[in-house]
């Protein structure tokens, strides 16, 4: 078969064995699988009161799957989903066998009908739950054009009323607390020099290298560490001023470099832009742009992603999701109606509900939705598994289980083997 696998494990599988032959099953789930996907296809036997794989067959026909319950007369109960090749191979193998039509299909088929529901009124569910448009903010004009105007040079503007400061972000505060860190050190050094300690006991109390102790003490102030590069910037001799416009609340930066360039600054439009961005964020602000584009405005969610947040239990809906359903029925009387009959199908298959299939499919089949309309009519079809389903406690959920394991044992030993021995290494693991 092709599988890494080693004899003590071999053995270990087979003393886990039953020496006793197997009971025959009395309930079982069916299901197709893939040999290739998208070319062919075989069929998984579960035995849903063990959980146990009982045979692969090397098709999905209806015929062969026929024959095989038909060779095992002991079957009550068939699981299976809702496809039309295996309700008649149920119907004509074990016609004694009662059948479950699954249910995580069933609300499958469900949702699907919904979305279709929610495409029929998305004109009116998007004007709905759209979002709205921010409205312009201080400095901004929503009727003017925004210009960008030089201030004179010679009146410089006087400062605005008093601004709000801005939240500081979590990466900010760890620098500024950084900063505060090295400053400290930075005065412990001088003060340590002061009392006459040497460059080593300095640099051995404090946990610094002497050639660190002794470039702190080769400067009088702090140095910027966090401003990568102010320390060659052209524009240095010109900091005190710029720190003190920026106080003002001036930062028009085309002036700035108009009235720089007036000073004897030789530099360009762009190194002026830079290092006032970095003067700017060294004192905790942040520069307005005036006719920035506004961030565009998030398409409204499509009908499928509408159709999944219904789907889900109510109990698992996030707040917004169930602030957006919650709206989305209040737009329309016929959408609210749509989704409440869906909502007691949905309750029927959950089982919290106390009423009863015939009532629904009753209400479902007059309803004026056409999708719900057609989804009761197929249901009304499969009357017999579907309130199996409602009633019963099995499910095709063990077999999915199964199918996904053998994609795995596919996977791993690069190719399958049909017939018993793939589905013994089923049993009993």
């Not at 359903?325 to 309750?347: K, M, S, T």
Request: proline share 8%.
């Amino acid at each position: 078969m092709g599988m890494a696998t080693s004899p003590d494990t071999l053995l270990r599988r087979v003393k886990r064995l039953k020496n006793e032959p197997p009971e025959p099953p009395r309930v079982v789930g069916i299901d197709d699988w893939a040999w290739r996907k998208g070319q062919r296809y075989g069929t998984i036997v579960v035995d849903l009161e063990r959980s146990d794989v009982i045979d692969l067959l090397p098709d999905r026909d209806a015929d062969t799957v026929a024959a095989w319950l038909t060779a095992h007369p002991g079957v009550e109960v068939v699981s299976r989903d809702r496809s039309a090749t295996y309700a008649q191979a149920a119907t004509e193998g074990a016609p004694q066998a009662g059948q479950v039509a699954d249910r995580w299909h069933l609300l499958k088929n469900l949702r699907e009908a919904v979305e279709q529901v929610l495409e029929r009124h998305s004109a009116a569910i998007n004007g709905a739950i759209k979002i709205p448009e921010a409205p312009p903010g201080p400095d901004r004009d929503a009727t003017a054009p925004q210009t960008n105007a030089a201030v004179p040079a010679a009146e410089p503007p006087l400062p605005g009323p008093p601004v709000e400061p801005v939240p500081t972000s979590p990466r900010l505060q760890a620098k500024r607390a950084k900063r505060r860190h090295l400053a400290e050190r930075f005065d412990q050094v001088h003060e340590l020099d002061k009392r006459g300690y040497p460059a080593a006991r300095i640099a051995r109390e404090l946990g610094l290298s002497r050639r660190s102790v002794f470039r702190y003490l080769r400067r009088e102030t702090c140095p910027a560490w966090h401003l990568r590069g102010s320390q060659r910037s052209p524009l240095d001799g010109y900091r005190e001023w710029i720190d003190a416009r920026i106080a003002e609340g001036f930062i028009n930066i085309a002036d700035l470099h108009r009235q720089l360039t007036g000073r004897g600054f030789t530099g360009s439009y762009g190194s002026v832009y830079t290092f006032v961005m970095k003067r700017l964020g060294a004192a905790g602000k942040k520069r307005e742009r005036l006719n920035a584009a506004t961030p565009p405005v998030p398409r409204p969610p499509s009908a499928r992603q509408l159709s999944f947040e219904w789907v889900r239990r109510p109990e698992k809906r996030k707040p917004a999701e169930q602030a957006r359903l919650d709206v989305i029925r209040g737009c329309r009387i016929e959408l609210a109606e749509a989704l409440d009959l869906a909502d007691g199908f949905a309750n029927l298959i959950r089982k919290p509900s106390t009423g009863t299939l015939s009532d629904w499919l009753t209400r479902g089949e007059a309803s004026l939705d056409p999708a719900l309309r057609r989804f009761a009519e197929g249901i009304r079809r499969d009357e017999a598994s579907v309130q199996a389903a409602v009633t019963q406690k099995w499910s095709n959920g063990p077999v999915e289980g199964h199918v996904n394991r053998l994609k795995t044992i596919s996977h791993e030993s690069g190719r399958c083997t049909a017939g018993r021995d793939l589905s013994y290494c089923g049993r009993g693991s």
